[in-house]
């Protein structure tokens, strides 16, 4: 409905941003044999130290990732096309999707903490936010509210809704974590005296 540009943009900024995801992805993928081989070990301050590095540098990654696409969004489009009405519509997307990146980290960080503890629900819950549960009923609702622009802000507004279901499942997992730390720090000082 939006014509050849509109798809050349968005097909530009998707496949840049899957490189972001790749190395985002790679953070995950290292924190789930430390921390599941950590939480049965029942080392859980490793788990816990290893969990908030992870999110750390996934979180400080995606934001200097997001800052670089929005200061040089037009230079990275033009590196794939010319035309000024895809160059046009490929920086305000790139833009649009920069205001949100930073949360990206935290999704993946605990969708594979969830995943090396053995949490499928909770996995499977982060798994599908992003780009289904609230991707998809996005991209069907905000166009007819706001044409392109909506098609620009689904992913972006998925992104805050995901954040949030990640922050309330995260904040649980956290305390439980650091709940069994202590009664494991309690049992050892127990032991030693």
């Given amino acids: ?11 530009i900024v998707m496949r840049v941003v ?5 190395a985002i992805f790679g953070i995950g993928q290292g924190l789930q044999p430390l921390a599941g081989y950590n939480f049965g070990a029942r080392q859980f301050s490793r788990v816990i130290d290893a969990t908030k590095k992870a999110l750390s540098w996934s979180t400080v ?9 929005f200061i040089f969004a037009r230079w990275i489009v033009l590196a ?5 009405e895809v160059v046009a519509l ?8 920069s205001t ?12 594979t903490l ?7 629900r909770q996995a499977g819950i982060l798994a599908v936010a992003r780009q289904g549960i609230f991707f998809i009923p996005l ?11 909506g098609v620009f802000l689904a992913q972006p507004a998925a992104d805050i809704l995901a954040f949030m279901v990640t922050a309330v499942l995260a904040v649980v997992e956290m305390a439980e974590l650091k709940k069994m730390r202590d009664s494991r720090e309690v049992l050892e000082r127990q032991d030693s005296q």
């Fill in 100 to 111: 949100t990146m930073v949360f990206v980290g935290s999704q993946v960080v605990f969708s």
């Fill in 139 to 149: 991209l069907l609702i905000l166009p007819r509210l706001w044409g392109l622009n």
């Fill in 18 to 22: 899957s490189l972001l995801m790749m």
């Fill in 1 to 11: 409905a939006y014509g050849d540009p509109a798809v050349a943009a968005i097909g």
């Fill in 114 to 120: 969830f995943q090396a503890l053995g949490k499928g």
């Fill in 90 to 97: 490929g920086v305000r997307a790139f833009r649009f999707l």
């Fill in 80 to 84: 794939f096309f010319q035309d000024p």
């Fill in 61 to 69: 990654f995606a934001g200097c990732m997001a800052a670089v696409f």
